[in-house]
């Protein structure tokens, strides 16, 4: 079964850090680029940043450049979301999802198609 | 920066069709997506580029494209389609990912 496991979520002070973890299984972490998409209480859905499928190509949406850091151990088949500088507004669900192979057009070319249960950050002020 | 823009609610009887509508600038040259999320649940993606279908979803959610507006229309809704939607795309190099702000389908 393809499966993605959020954890590393909780309760942090305004300025403080955290890492959350995704875990995949069932399919090879390696081909695919990996997201972050993070929903606030009762809001929408946004893009919080990409990585490449080896690692080498990230982006971040703009309101987290700078604070935040993407990386991944494809060996461990796990994603990370290093998050620093965390302000209220951070406060979120946040999800991992599957983006393409690394040969499809752009990151989500086919769609983000296999979504882990979500891990929730509060920052407290 | 470019935003997509939904309608935040549509109400449709049960059976009827319902059309939710996503418009941004960068749909004429980007593919669209679109996820349906119920309460307490993750994302699920039920259209990819424009019009395809992921296998497992119901023949009836469709999606279709012109210009600058991109259309999820679900044929006889039921009651499980009760959720919310967001469309989703990206800038040309892929670099950028962008939701719209979602749409409550409520089936009354």
């Known amino acids: 079964e393809v499966q993605l496991v959020e954890s590393g979520g909780g309760l942090v002070q305004s300025g403080g850090s955290l890492r959350l973890s995704c875990g995949a299984s069932?399919?090879?972490?390696?081909?695919?680029?990996m997201l972050w998409v993070r929903q606030a209480p009762g809001k929408g859905l946004v893009w919080v940043s990409r990585i490449s499928s080896d690692g080498s190509n990230t982006h971040y949406a703009d309101s987290v450049k700078g604070r935040f850091t993407i990386s991944r151990d494809n060996a461990k088949k796990t994603l990370y979301l290093h998050m620093n500088s965390l302000r209220a507004d951070d406060t979120a669900t946040y999800y991992c999802t599957r983006g393409s192979p690394a040969a499809a057009g752009t990151s989500f070319y086919y769609g983000l198609d296999v979504w882990g249960q979500g891990t929730t950050v509060t920052v407290s002020s | 920066s470019f935003e997509l823009t939904q309608p935040s609610s549509v109400s449709v009887s049960p059976g009827q069709p319902a059309t939710i509508s996503c418009s941004g600038d960068v749909l004429p040259s980007q593919y669209a997506y679109w996820y349906q999320q119920k309460p307490g649940q993750a994302p699920v993606l039920v259209i990819y580029?424009?019009?395809e279908r992921p296998s497992g979803i119901p023949e009836r959610f469709s999606g279709s494209s012109s210009g600058t507006t991109v259309t999820l229309t679900i044929s006889g809704v039921q009651a499980e389609d009760e959720a919310d939607y967001y469309c989703q795309s990206g800038d040309s190099s892929g670099a950028y990912v962008v939701f719209g702000g979602g749409t409550k389908l409520t089936v009354l």
């Open positions: 580029k424009d019009r």
């Open positions: 069932g399919f090879t972490f390696s081909s695919n680029w």
